[in-house]
């Protein structure tokens, strides 16, 4: 169950509060956030909002003043004096704007992932359409697991985050059928050499990392995949990318 430090909901036409609603499973978009320290800062903000907005045109829910509105919102329920360590979730439906936070788990070095045939609707947006993913994600320890989403023989993303499948020092993604985050592409422009592939669950035995990236989990080394008895053979490109992250970490401007 996840415990959450604030909850909040707003009619998308006037900003008014009401009754909170999370939106999981309805038409709608979100992008989630890492906000941390004391003054807080809200890392990789400006693109998080940028892309937030980005599939609110696509969907249809855009108004001139939403991204002010969104902001103010943000700064409303942001306490600049609080130390945090938070993931700061902002969701939208054609009506209504929800703002939650909830405790970021740190994920641990034995980190097992669960693969299943499931695919997420239009996997290419940040869409609201999750709970099937939910179902699995609240019967595990998400500082120790996650699932990987399959079809057609093949492994796209998890329930939280991109893969990044590491094999003689190179680096592998799925080309298509998984959305591309905003911590993605943090690396994909560090690394600039991010090779789009089609992963096929039979070839997983030929890999040396299994990586996860995304705003939950920051950088997480797969350590074993039971189904296949896939283990982990190194965590050199998994320390590269961590020493990239913290480093972005600790420079971000602070929330303002």
Request: net charge positive.
């Amino acid at each position: 169950m996840v415990t959450y430090l604030l909850k909040k909901s707003y009619r998308l036409k006037d900003l008014k509060e009401i009754e909170f609603q999370d939106l999981w499973g309805d038409y709608g978009v979100f992008t989630t956030m890492w906000i941390y320290n004391s003054p807080p800062k809200i890392l990789f903000f400006k693109e998080h909002i940028q892309n937030l907005l980005n599939s609110i045109k696509k969907y249809k829910i855009y108004k001139p003043s939403i991204k002010k509105d969104i902001n103010k919102l943000i700064k409303k329920n942001i306490d600049l004096n609080k130390n945090y360590n938070h993931l700061l979730r902002v969701a939208l439906n054609k009506k209504i704007i929800s703002i939650s936070l909830r405790k970021r788990v740190k994920p641990k070095l034995d980190f097992n992932l669960k693969l299943v045939k499931l695919k997420r609707e239009k996997p290419e947006f940040k869409n609201l359409k999750y709970k099937e993913i939910l179902k699995y994600l609240s019967k595990m320890d998400n500082s120790r697991s996650d699932i990987g989403l399959c079809s057609d023989k093949k492994i796209f993303e998890t329930g939280t985050s991109n893969i990044f499948f590491v094999k003689k020092n190179k680096i592998y993604s799925p080309p298509i059928n998984c959305y591309k985050g905003i911590t993605y592409k943090f690396f994909k422009s560090k690394t600039k050499s991010v090779i789009k592939k089609e992963i096929l669950i039979k070839t997983l035995s030929e890999y040396d990392e299994i990586i996860l990236i995304g705003s939950g989990k920051g950088v997480a080394s797969v350590k074993t995949i039971d189904k296949i008895k896939w283990k982990r053979k190194s965590l050199k490109i998994f320390h590269l990318l961590n020493n990239h992250y913290l480093k972005a970490v600790k420079k971000y401007p602070r929330y303002r």
